[in-house]
T-cell receptor
Framework: NAGVTQTPKFQVLKTGQSMTLQCAQD?????MSWYRQDPGMGLRLIHY???????DQGEVPNGYNVSRSTTEDFPLRLLSAAPSQTSVYFC???????????FGPGTRLTVT | GEDVEQSLFLSVREGDSSVINCTYT??????LYWYKQEPGAGLQLLTY?????DMKQDQRLTVLLNKKDKHLSLRIADTQTGDSAIYFC??????????FGSGTRLLVRP
């Protein structure tokens, strides 16, 4: 049982490049979400999903796309990277019957 | 919209108790959480409290919830140098979305 895994751990992009941050969980959790953490701030919700095929926007969705084709995977796509997207990105999952939201180890992204 | 606020910094001596405070605005929150983050690391869930509870104790940790004032606190007894970290308060709404405070940096002095 690996929990929530994220790849890559670190990434450097140039402005305008696109990429996908991967998130997977093996706990059969219905709910998955993406947060970003900027220096000196708490986490802010980007997008979330309450089940396969269902996604919705969080507080800061602009510049990001998500899809949820399976229960296990919830990738986050940066369409055209900007320096303002330099941040640490965390994926989380939660089962309906549980209380804890499990967080992945994070992806540190730098956009130059 | 919903907002969660925390004081930025707390410094205590080793062995003393630490109290970290948090206020929130969403009265329909289901659960309230305390997370710990060490430098360069992810988030570790310390404890949580259901919104219809007043208090929860878990070893050195005590959580107090005042629903009327929308105030949450985390007390760490016998604070150790290993407790130095950033502590985040978060409220969860009925859609499982978490709203985080900006974090309280706890420094434990030997």
């Amino acid at each position: 049982n690996a929990g929530v895994t994220q790849t890559p751990k670190f990434q450097v992009l140039k402005t305008g490049q696109s990429m996908t941050l991967q998130c997977a969980q093996d706990m059969n959790h219905e709910y998955m979400s993406w947060y970003r953490q900027d220096p000196g701030m708490g986490l802010r919700l980007i997008h979330y999903s309450v089940g396969a095929g269902i996604t919705d926007q969080g507080e800061v969705p602009n510049g990001y796309n998500v899809s949820r084709s399976t229960t296990e995977d919830f990738p986050l796509r940066l369409l055209s990277a900007a320096p303002s997207q330099t941040s640490v990105y965390f994926c989380a999952s939660r089962g309906r019957a549980a209380v804890e939201q499990y967080f992945g180890p994070g992806t540190r992204l730098t956009v130059t | 919209g919903e907002d969660v606020e925390q004081s930025l910094f707390l410094s205590v001596r080793e062995g003393d108790s630490s109290v970290i405070n948090c206020t929130y605005t969403d009265s329909s929150s289901t659960y309230l959480y305390w997370y710990k983050q060490e430098p360069g690391a992810g988030l570790q869930l310390l404890t949580y409290i259901f919104s219809n509870m007043d208090m929860k104790q878990d070893q050195r940790l005590t959580v107090l919830l005042n629903k009327k004032d929308k105030h949450l606190s985390l007390r760490i007894a016998d604070t150790q140098t290993g407790d130095s970290a950033i502590y985040f308060c978060a409220e969860e709404d009925s859609s499982y979305k978490l709203i985080f405070g900006s974090g309280t940096r706890l420094l434990v002095r030997p």
